[in-house]
């Protein structure tokens, strides 16, 4: 019998976070989330999600009192707000292949979110699609970029078999600098210049100077997305938090601003594939030692994620987007960056899969947002 219960005190909250590593301990594609940072994206009083969000985590024991599988419920007022949908949301989903447990994690998540007045959920989402969502059905032959999910192969039946319906799938592709269309480099050179011609600039991102250029980051990350199914806008205080993480990984000449007359009009930001330094701290701790594998770690990784790139409307069919990417693949050459991951992509958004097609890319895994109406 499966017995599941709320994560209540330090001791649940340690078994809550510490169960990954004993399910994927035998995966080498699997890479740990630092337990740190795990801790924070849980914590409801430092971390900025739930300011307008609500979550409570579950565990699912056997009858030897072991931990067989987690998920947490979610509410998102910001999403209601925008979407005008009253949905809810499960994540933080991980268990050993057993359809009982699965029915009891779904079961009691449905309870919870039912008890808040919602009228169905979307998920996995971790809380949010602000942050690693999605479950992976294509694409287990490769570990995950920094940031992306991995899962048992498992889930998808799982799921499926449940009563989880296929909402949106997104998709990762993968880029090598050996494949990238010599024609491509040489054709955003001249869009550049016709742009540069009409008073659009496209610039690194000053880092020296963020708070001016948060704002106009986050104004473009509201406005260009807000039409994509799943966004969530970002409050100040969650794209401030975000912009220190990704500050300290990445670098200014992977980060791009267009501007037109001054007024920002599109956005990138590639970060270097931080997971292959985290997976080889197969226990998410950085102390005692594990911290020394973090020292220089740029200049050990050998491969980036484009993780955003969005342009205002009205901008689209510029060119613009063709001459970021350009930019990003000669400086990340430079940085001595080889392959890269362009994600993730919604499965509808044609123009920017058209885009990536255009150069090359590899349409390698896919993830898969499901949903349950009550």
């Given at each position: 019998m499966i017995t599941v219960k709320k994560v209540e005190g330090k001791k649940a909250l340690n078994q809550f976070i510490d169960f990954p590593f004993k399910l994927y301990a035998k995966d080498e594609k699997y890479v740990p989330e630092l337990r740190i940072m795990t801790r924070e994206t849980l914590d409801k009083k430092k971390n900025p999600f739930f300011k307008h969000g609500e979550a409570d985590y579950f565990l699912a024991y056997n009858d030897q009192g072991e931990v067989v599988g987690r998920i947490g419920a979610v509410t998102n007022q910001a999403y209601v707000d925008h979407w005008k949908?009253?949905?809810?949301?499960?994540?933080?989903?991980?268990?050993?292949?057993?359809?009982?447990?699965?029915?009891?994690?779904?079961?009691?998540?449905?309870?919870?979110?039912?008890?808040?007045?919602?009228?169905?959920?979307?998920?996995?989402?971790?809380?949010?699609?602000?942050?690693?969502?999605?479950?992976?059905?294509?694409?287990?032959?490769?570990?995950?970029?920094?940031?992306?999910?991995?899962?048992?192969?498992?889930?998808?039946?799982?799921?499926?078999?449940?009563?989880l319906e296929k909402r949106m799938d997104l998709l990762a592709w993968y880029l090598r600098d050996t494949k990238i269309p010599e024609r491509m480099l040489t054709l955003s050179a001249k869009i550049e210049e016709r742009l540069k011609s009409q008073g659009i600039i496209i610039r690194p991102v000053d880092f020296k100077n963020m708070k001016e250029e948060i704002p106009k980051i986050r104004y473009i990350y509201n406005e260009a997305w807000k039409d994509n199914w799943g966004f969530i806008p970002m409050t100040e205080e969650e794209f401030m938090a975000l912009a220190k993480e990704l500050k300290m990984i990445t670098t200014p000449d992977l980060v791009f601003m267009v501007e037109d007359h001054g007024k920002p009009v599109a956005f990138s930001a590639t970060i270097p594939n931080i997971n292959e330094v985290f997976i080889k701290i197969r226990n998410g701790k950085l102390f005692p030692f594990n911290f020394l594998k973090l020292i220089n770690f740029k200049k050990k990784v050998k491969s980036v994620r484009v993780l955003t790139l969005g342009i205002l409307e009205n901008y689209r069919k510029t060119g613009i987007d063709a001459c970021m990417y350009a930019k990003t693949f000669h400086n990340g050459t430079k940085r001595g960056y080889h392959m890269g991951e362009a994600s993730w992509i919604l499965e509808n958004n044609t123009m920017m899969n058209r885009a990536l097609i255009n150069i090359n890319a590899e349409l390698y895994k896919k993830y898969r947002i499901y949903q349950y109406k009550f």
């Open positions: 949908e009253n949905w809810g949301f499960f994540g933080f989903y991980e268990a050993i292949e057993d359809a009982e447990v699965t029915r009891a994690l779904f079961d009691t998540a449905i309870a919870w979110l039912k008890d808040k007045g919602v009228e169905g959920m979307y998920g996995p989402m971790n809380p949010s699609t602000n942050d690693p969502c999605g479950t992976l059905i294509e694409g287990f032959d490769t570990p995950p970029f920094v940031m992306m999910t991995h899962n048992k192969e498992y889930y998808d039946k799982m799921f499926l078999d449940f009563g």
